[in-house]
């Protein structure tokens, strides 16, 4: 009898909900993290895709840039944290993949809202649909992490360079593969604290590397035996005379005489809203009359619309209207850089920026800027991908592509290079127009329709991506978007002017070009991204050496 009552406490016992959710947790650590280690690497995550945009700066006592620089540093460092103490590669493989998959979740979200509000597809399917993107790109930073476990035996003062030689592969991972999509780099989050002067030296990735080295340095340090002090004492030394030297090394360069004289600018906002912006009765008629006006009423020496602000081809607008803007801009002292579409159904269509100017015949070609980086889904369709896209009802097309490094609009003393929507999200792109010092451009215009993504932080995460590309080229960046953020950046990546979102206005400042050459700028214009995937590879490379003389 006590023996069947024990078997039957015991069958309880086993089958009880606190041993139940003990075995379940216990299978889920078999299979790959903890609990708690998921809860940690989840909020990790979070907290990086905070960071792009920090959306409490303005508050009084903030220092500027510090909330963003700060919170991209805990996140990383509490994955480097897990990751140390990773029983096996698998288990950091998970760690990483849970994290990047929360960071670009929550960072680029607001695709929820071209895809379900305005394309019209399911809700549970666009939920899907984002969620897969992340995991995909998410594999990129699980194979990193998981490198970096299996590579752990290195010395303690490499252990750190390892862990950000290989976070900053996969972050060019994620640049150049399938298209690229580097939106929410953790560089960006520097924009405006410790590391902004370096910007100018090694650019956003080197930012997102140097990050990623002093926060897995933290999080090494703190977790580290007393032995190991020592050796990250150095590592930091070390980082820090590498950061010293750009900011000391020698004085800003003066702005060049003959860029004196700063150019007047209008920059235009039309706030046609995202479902109406194509429908000819309503969106269509309203931006015509409106940018139309716009055009024809501004006073400064350029004008600048918005990408698509005039949504036809020229010759589908009502008659006369392409040939009046021509014949308003063919003289005096002004000049326009308008969006809209170009092409032919035979020779393919591109999403495009025309300049206007005096000295330009009303029959002959203008100048034409051709946008090079299509996104994907909605400028061109995957192969394979057809299926999907024909559940949405958004106006696509398969445009065609312009070339890398298209020539300037040459206006009063200035060369002016557009780029159009998310291009300025690729600086080694913007980089190529930088080999001939004498052809540079002096200002980057960009121009924009960030409607589809709605009130979202999209707006104010493209702002710190154009920001953090005025510092790296030292040159002043001009914004006209549809909805926001129409600003005017100054070569130092601070704004000096902006019109409220959300607002239909015109932005009117003035903008200094510059001509100096910065050392990202150089190397980029010639080498592209790489020597950093030679730099992360060789670090790679020099673990593996040391972790097979460890083992000797």
């Known amino acids: 009898m006590k023996a069947a009552s024990l078997g039957v406490s015991d069958a309880y016992a086993a089958h009880s909900p606190s041993a139940v959710r003990r075995a379940g947790a216990a299978r889920f650590a078999r299979g790959g993290l903890s609990i708690f280690q998921f809860a940690i690497v989840l909020l990790a995550g979070c907290l990086h895709a905070l960071s792009m945009a920090w959306p409490f700066a303005a508050l009084p006592g903030l220092a500027p840039g510090a909330p963003s620089g700060g919170l991209q540093l805990l996140a990383l460092a509490l994955l480097a944290g897990q990751l140390d103490g990773a029983a096996s590669w698998r288990r950091g493989a998970w760690l990483g993949g849970v994290f990047a998959t929360a960071m670009l979740g929550a960072t680029f979200w607001w695709l929820y809202i071209s895809m379900h509000v305005y394309g019209g597809l399911a809700a549970p399917l666009t939920v899907l649909a984002v969620g897969l993107l992340a995991a995909l790109l998410g594999l990129y930073y699980a194979a990193a992490s998981g490198f970096f476990v299996a590579l752990a035996p290195v010395p303690p003062a490499l252990r750190a360079l390892v862990f950000a030689a290989l976070w900053l592969l996969a972050e060019l991972a994620r640049v150049k593969l399938f298209t690229g999509f580097p939106w929410g780099e953790g560089g960006y ?116 619309a918005p990408e698509t602000a005039l949504p036809l081809l020229p010759e589908q607008l009502p008659a006369g209207y392409w040939e009046a803007l021509q014949s308003r801009f063919a003289s005096g002292s002004q000049a326009a850089l308008i969006g809209l579409p170009l092409g ?42 057809r299926w999907f896209i024909d559940l949405m009802h958004i106006p696509l097309g ?59 932080v999209a707006i104010d995460q493209h702002l ?75 670090v790679v490379g020099l673990a593996l050496a040391a972790r097979r003389q460890r083992r000797r």
């Open 189 to 304: 989050a520097h924009v405006d604290g410790w590391a902004r002067p370096l910007a100018a030296w090694v650019g956003v990735h080197g930012l997102t590397f140097l990050a990623a080295w002093l926060a897995a340095w933290l999080a090494f340090c703190l977790l580290a035996p007393r032995t190991r002090w020592r050796e990250a004492l150095a590592l930091a030394l070390l980082g820090s005379v590498l950061a010293w030297l750009p900011v000391h090394g020698g004085a800003a360069p003066e702005a060049d005489p003959a860029l004196a004289q700063p150019l007047p600018v209008t920059l235009l906002q039309g706030n046609i809203p995202q479902d109406e912006k194509f429908e000819s009765g309503t969106g269509v008629v309203t931006a015509l009359r409106w940018y139309g006006e716009q055009l024809n009423s501004a006073r400064t020496a350029l004008v600048v």
């Open 344 to 385: 032919s159904f035979e020779a393919g269509y591109a999403n495009s920026v025309i300049g206007l100017k005096p000295g330009q015949p009303v029959q002959s070609a203008p100048y034409r800027y051709d946008k090079h980086h299509l996104v994907p889904f909605g400028e061109f369709v995957p192969p394979g991908f």
């Open 398 to 456: 398969d445009f065609n592509r312009g070339a890398v490094g298209q020539p300037s609009f040459d206006w009063q003393g200035q060369r002016l290079a557009p780029n159009i929507c998310y291009e300025d999200l690729f600086g080694e792109e913007l980089g190529a127009r930088f080999v001939d010092a004498a052809q540079a451009p002096t200002m980057f215009v960009n121009v924009s329709n960030i409607g589809w993504f709605g009130n979202s």
């Open 464 to 538: 710190q991506i154009s920001r953090l590309r005025a510092l790296e080229f030292g040159r002043p960046m001009i914004r006209a978007t549809n909805t926001g953020a129409t600003v005017i950046i100054n070569h130092q990546g601070q704004v000096t002017h902006a019109l409220p979102r959300l607002t239909r206005g015109a932005l009117v400042g003035q903008v200094q070009g510059r001509s100096a050459i910065t050392p990202y700028a150089w190397w980029v214009a010639r080498f592209g991204l790489w020597p950093l995937w030679a730099f992360g590879l060789a």
